[in-house]
C-alpha cells in the first residue's frame, strides 16, 4: 500500500491537536498532582458533561470501532450482541454505581480493591481483587495499539515507530496531567467519532444504492443468528449469555471504575447511566459498517488485499473509508481512531497505577509512604503499563493479545461477588469470596484453555440439551454458588470475624 499523504497530513494535524491538549490539561481545574486522588481521579470534581465524554471516550474504544464491524463483516449478527449488552448495563449503573462512589468519597477510596479491604477486613480478598483487575486491564492497554496500528497501515505507513511515537506522547501527557488528560481529549475523540459516523451512515449507504441495497447484497446466513438444532439453543443462547455476561462485567473493569469514581456526586452518575445509551446507538450504526464494507466487496479489491492479508477482518472498516470517502475525510476518521485508542489506553494505565501503587505498594510493601510517595510510584507504574503494552504489541502476535483479552473478561467477572454484593450486603465470609473468585479464576481460564482461546462461548450441557454460552457468565455463577455454600460452613463452624469500615449510612 502506498502512503496516502493527504490522510496522513491530517492525521498528523490532529493528533498535534490532542497532544497540545494533553500538557494543557494540567492546568485544568488545578488540584495538587502530588495527591493520588487529584492525580488519578481528578480531584473527583468531574461534572455531568465531561463525565459523559470521559467515560464515552473509555468504554468506546478504538479497538471497539475496528473490532464490532470486523465481527458483523466476518460472523455476521452475532457482532450485534455488543448493543445490546451496552442497553443492559446503563441500568445497572444507574442503581449500583452511586453506592460505591458513595462510600468511595466518605472513606477516601481509589479503587475497587480499597472498597473490598474496607468492606470486609481481608486483605488476601483485596489483593486478588486488585490483581485480577492490573491483569485483565494490560491486553486490553495492548489492544488499543492494536486498532491504531491498523489505521496507521491503511495509510501506507508501516513499521512499529509511529505507534512507538503515540505511546511516548501518551506516556508524557498522562504523567504530568493525571486523568486530567484524557477527560479533555474525550471531547474532541468523541467529537470526531460522531462526525465520522453520521457521515459513514448517510454517505455510504447513498453510494451503495440505499440499505435496501446492502441488506440484499450481504448473504442471508450473515444477517440471522444460527437457528437451533435439536438438543441445543444454538447461537440463541450464545447470542444473550455474552450480552448479559459483558454488561455484568464491563464496569468492573478498572479503568471504568476510575471514570465513575472521578464524577462529583452520585447524581452526575445516574445522569450519565441517562445520557450514555446514546453511545448504544452510535454503536449500533458502527456495527452496520461491517455490513457495508460486505456489500461495497473491499475483501476482493486488489488494492486492499495487501491490507486484509496484513489484519483480516480488522482491516474492513479502513478498507471501507478508503473506498468511499476523500482522502482529507479518510484521515479525520482514522484519527478519530487513533485519538480513540489514547483516551481509553490513558485511564487503562492510571487505573493500573492507582490500584498497584495503593493495594499493593502502599498496602504491603510502604505502608507508611507520604501522599507525594504515593503520587510518584503511580506515576511511575502508569509508565510501566504503557511500556508493558508497547512491547507486548510489538513483540508478540496481535492473535495472542486478542486471546488474552478473551482471558480478561472471564477474569474480571470474578470480582462482581465480591464488589456488587459487598455494596448491599455483608452477609458473604471474605474467605469464602476469596475461594469463589479462585474457582471461578481457575475453571474460567481452563474454559478457555480447551477451547484452544479461539472462543469464549463454552457449550453447556444440561438435562441432555445444549447451551453455548458466555464462559465468563457461567463461572461467575459458579464462583458465586461456591462462594454462599463456603460462607453457610464457614458461618456455621468457624468464630473468626472481619471487621468492617464502613456503615450503613455511608452508602447513601
Given at each position: 500500500m502506498?502512503?496516502?499523504?493527504?490522510a496522513?497530513y491530517?492525521?498528523?494535524?490532529l493528533?498535534?491537536?490532542?497532544t497540545?491538549?494533553?500538557?494543557?490539561?494540567?492546568?485544568?481545574r488545578?488540584?495538587?498532582?502530588?495527591q493520588l486522588?487529584e492525580?488519578?481521579?481528578?480531584?473527583?470534581r468531574?461534572?455531568t458533561?465531561?463525565?459523559w465524554?470521559?467515560?464515552g471516550g473509555d468504554?468506546?474504544?478504538?479497538?471497539?470501532f475496528?473490532?464490532?464491524?470486523a465481527?458483523?463483516?466476518?460472523a455476521?449478527?452475532?457482532?450485534?450482541?455488543?448493543?445490546p449488552y451496552t442497553v443492559l448495563v446503563?441500568?445497572?449503573?444507574?442503581v449500583?454505581f452511586p453506592r460505591?462512589?458513595?462510600?468511595?468519597?466518605r472513606h477516601g477510596?481509589v479503587?475497587?480493591?480499597d472498597?473490598?479491604?474496607?468492606?470486609?477486613?481481608?486483605r488476601?480478598?483485596?489483593l486478588a481483587?486488585?490483581?485480577?483487575?492490573?491483569v485483565?486491564t494490560m491486553p486490553?492497554?495492548?489492544l488499543q495499539l492494536?486498532?491504531?496500528?491498523v489505521?496507521?497501515?491503511a495509510?501506507g505507513v508501516?513499521g512499529?515507530l509511529?505507534i512507538?511515537?503515540a505511546?511516548i506522547?501518551?506516556?508524557?501527557?498522562?504523567y504530568t496531567?493525571?486523568?486530567?488528560a484524557?477527560?479533555m481529549?474525550a471531547?474532541v475523540k468523541?467529537?470526531l467519532?460522531?462526525?465520522?459516523?453520521i457521515a459513514?451512515?448517510?454517505i455510504i449507504p447513498?453510494?451503495?444504492?440505499?440499505?435496501g441495497?446492502i441488506f440484499?447484497?450481504v448473504?442471508?446466513?450473515?444477517?440471522t443468528?444460527?437457528p437451533?438444532a435439536?438438543?441445543s439453543?444454538?447461537?440463541?443462547?450464545a447470542?444473550?449469555?455474552?450480552?448479559?455476561?459483558?454488561?455484568?462485567?464491563l464496569?468492573l473493569?478498572?479503568?471504568s471504575?476510575?471514570g465513575?469514581?472521578?464524577?462529583?456526586s452520585?447524581?452526575?452518575?445516574?445522569?450519565n447511566?441517562?445520557?450514555?445509551?446514546?453511545y448504544s446507538?452510535?454503536l449500533g450504526?458502527i456495527a452496520?459498517?461491517?455490513y457495508?464494507a460486505?456489500?461495497?466487496?473491499?475483501?476482493?479489491k486488489?488494492e486492499?488485499?495487501?491490507?486484509?492479508?496484513?489484519?483480516?477482518?480488522?482491516?474492513?472498516?479502513?478498507a471501507l473509508?478508503?473506498d468511499?470517502?476523500p482522502s482529507?475525510?479518510v484521515g479525520?476518521a482514522?484519527?478519530?481512531?487513533?485519538i480513540?485508542?489514547l483516551v481509553?489506553?490513558?485511564?487503562?494505565?492510571i487505573a493500573?497505577?492507582n490500584?498497584f501503587t495503593?493495594?499493593?505498594y502502599k498496602?504491603f510493601?510502604?505502608?507508611?509512604?507520604?501522599p507525594?510517595?504515593e503520587?510518584?510510584?503511580?506515576k511511575?507504574v502508569?509508565?510501566?503499563a504503557?511500556v508493558g503494552?508497547?512491547?507486548?504489541?510489538?513483540?508478540?502476535e496481535?492473535?495472542?493479545?486478542i486471546?488474552?483479552?478473551?482471558l480478561?473478561?472471564i477474569?474480571?467477572?470474578q470480582?462482581?461477588?465480591?464488589?456488587?454484593?459487598?455494596?448491599?450486603?455483608r452477609?458473604f465470609?471474605p474467605?469464602?469470596?476469596?475461594?469463589?473468585w479462585?474457582?471461578?479464576?481457575g475453571?474460567?481460564t481452563?474454559?478457555?484453555w480447551?477451547?484452544?482461546?479461539?472462543t469464549s462461548t463454552w457449550?453447556?450441557?444440561?438435562?441432555?440439551v445444549?447451551m453455548p454460552?458466555?464462559?465468563?457468565?457461567?463461572?461467575?455463577?459458579?464462583n458465586?454458588?461456591v462462594?454462599?455454600?463456603?460462607?453457610l460452613i464457614?458461618?456455621a463452624?468457624?468464630?473468626?470475624t472481619?471487621e468492617?469500615?464502613t456503615?450503613?449510612?455511608?452508602y447513601?
Amino acid at each position: 500500500m502506498t502512503i496516502n499523504w493527504t490522510a496522513l497530513y491530517v492525521f498528523t494535524g490532529l493528533f498535534g491537536f490532542i497532544t497540545i491538549l494533553g500538557f494543557l490539561a494540567a492546568r485544568w481545574r488545578q488540584g495538587d498532582l502530588s495527591q493520588l486522588h487529584e492525580w488519578g481521579l481528578g480531584g473527583r470534581r468531574f461534572g455531568t458533561i465531561i463525565t459523559w465524554f470521559l467515560l464515552g471516550g473509555d468504554l468506546y474504544t478504538a479497538y471497539t470501532f475496528i473490532a464490532v464491524p470486523a465481527l458483523v463483516f466476518s460472523a455476521g449478527a452475532m457482532g450485534f450482541f455488543a448493543v445490546p449488552y451496552t442497553v443492559l448495563v446503563y441500568p445497572m449503573v444507574f442503581v449500583i454505581f452511586p453506592r460505591l462512589w458513595a462510600v468511595a468519597h466518605r472513606h477516601g477510596y481509589v479503587t475497587a480493591a480499597d472498597f473490598v479491604k474496607g468492606r470486609y477486613g481481608y486483605r488476601p480478598l483485596a489483593l486478588a481483587i486488585a490483581a485480577t483487575g492490573m491483569v485483565a486491564t494490560m491486553p486490553y492497554i495492548a489492544l488499543q495499539l492494536v486498532g491504531m496500528e491498523v489505521v496507521i497501515g491503511a495509510m501506507g505507513v508501516h513499521g512499529h515507530l509511529p505507534i512507538i511515537i503515540a505511546f511516548i506522547i501518551l506516556a508524557a501527557f498522562t504523567y504530568t496531567s493525571g486523568l486530567r488528560a484524557p477527560a479533555m481529549i474525550a471531547v474532541v475523540k468523541d467529537l470526531l467519532i460522531y462526525i465520522t459516523v453520521i457521515a459513514a451512515v448517510i454517505i455510504i449507504p447513498a453510494k451503495l444504492g440505499g440499505y435496501g441495497a446492502i441488506f440484499a447484497s450481504v448473504a442471508p446466513e450473515k444477517l440471522t443468528l444460527t437457528p437451533p438444532a435439536a438438543g441445543s439453543l444454538g447461537g440463541y443462547s450464545a447470542y444473550a449469555t455474552l450480552a448479559l455476561g459483558s454488561a455484568l462485567a464491563l464496569f468492573l473493569y478498572p479503568h471504568s471504575m476510575t471514570g465513575v469514581l472521578s464524577a462529583s456526586s452520585g447524581h452526575v452518575i445516574r445522569r450519565n447511566a441517562a445520557l450514555l445509551p446514546a453511545y448504544s446507538f452510535v454503536l449500533g450504526l458502527i456495527a452496520l459498517l461491517g455490513y457495508m464494507a460486505l456489500a461495497a466487496g473491499v475483501s476482493s479489491k486488489p488494492e486492499f488485499a495487501e491490507g486484509f492479508k496484513l489484519y483480516g477482518a480488522n482491516f474492513s472498516v479502513p478498507a471501507l473509508f478508503l473506498d468511499q470517502f476523500p482522502s482529507w475525510f479518510v484521515g479525520v476518521a482514522f484519527a478519530a481512531v487513533g485519538i480513540g485508542a489514547l483516551v481509553p489506553a490513558a485511564i487503562m494505565s492510571i487505573a493500573v497505577a492507582n490500584l498497584f501503587t495503593r493495594n499493593v505498594y502502599k498496602e504491603f510493601i510502604a505502608p507508611n509512604c507520604s501522599p507525594e510517595a504515593e503520587s510518584s510510584m503511580a506515576k511511575i507504574v502508569s509508565l510501566v503499563a504503557k511500556v508493558g503494552a508497547l512491547v507486548f504489541v510489538l513483540n508478540l502476535e496481535q492473535r495472542l493479545a486478542i486471546q488474552l483479552q478473551l482471558l480478561g473478561g472471564i477474569w474480571i467477572i470474578q470480582t462482581l461477588p465480591a464488589i456488587f454484593f459487598g455494596l448491599y450486603t455483608r452477609w458473604f465470609d471474605p474467605r469464602a469470596l476469596l475461594i469463589g473468585w479462585a474457582t471461578g479464576i481457575g475453571t474460567g481460564t481452563w474454559m478457555a484453555w480447551s477451547l484452544g482461546f479461539k472462543t469464549s462461548t463454552w457449550p453447556l450441557t444440561i438435562f441432555g440439551v445444549t447451551m453455548p454460552g458466555y464462559a465468563a457468565l457461567y463461572t461467575v455463577i459458579l464462583n458465586l454458588a461456591v462462594a454462599a455454600v463456603l460462607t453457610l460452613i464457614l458461618r456455621a463452624f468457624s468464630a473468626t470475624t472481619h471487621e468492617d469500615a464502613t456503615v450503613e449510612a455511608d452508602y447513601r
